[in-house]
């Protein structure tokens, strides 16, 4: 089971950026397929992005040209670029690999005016 944390939350703006990290602590990272999720205050936990093993995206319709998946196999770390964020993008943000079954402390977006 790779192991991963989360990182680059903070407060923000609307209409403003921020770039998340996930760094994989296992060997494993670059056969995993995956993924960001996130759980906004009252709300159920939802899926907000994926990228394969081949680099294969997809994109929860809210987030669709504004947030941008990617992942550095060399550096063991994934990523999601946020732009244009709105007061609805407040959520506490985790990373996981597809298949598994367990899940981190998260990074916490606050976006506010």
């Known amino acids: 089971q790779v192991q991963l944390v989360e990182s680059g939350g903070g407060l923000v703006q609307p209409g403003g950026s921020l770039r998340l990290s996930c760094a994989a602590s296992?060997?494993?990272?670059?056969?995993?397929?995956m993924a960001w999720y996130r759980q906004a205050p009252g709300k159920q936990r939802e899926w907000v992005a994926t990228?394969?093993?081949?680099?294969?995206?997809g994109y929860l319709d809210s987030v669709k040209g504004r947030f941008t998946i990617s992942r550095d196999n060399a550096k063991n770390t994934m990523y999601l670029q946020m732009n244009r964020l709105k007061f609805e993008d407040t959520a506490v943000y985790y990373c996981?690999?597809?298949?598994?079954?367990?899940w981190g402390q998260g990074t916490l977006v606050t976006v506010s005016s």
């Open positions: 996981k690999p597809i298949q598994s079954q367990t």
């Open positions: 296992g060997s494993n990272f670059r056969i995993n397929d």
């Open positions: 990228i394969s093993r081949y680099g294969t995206t």
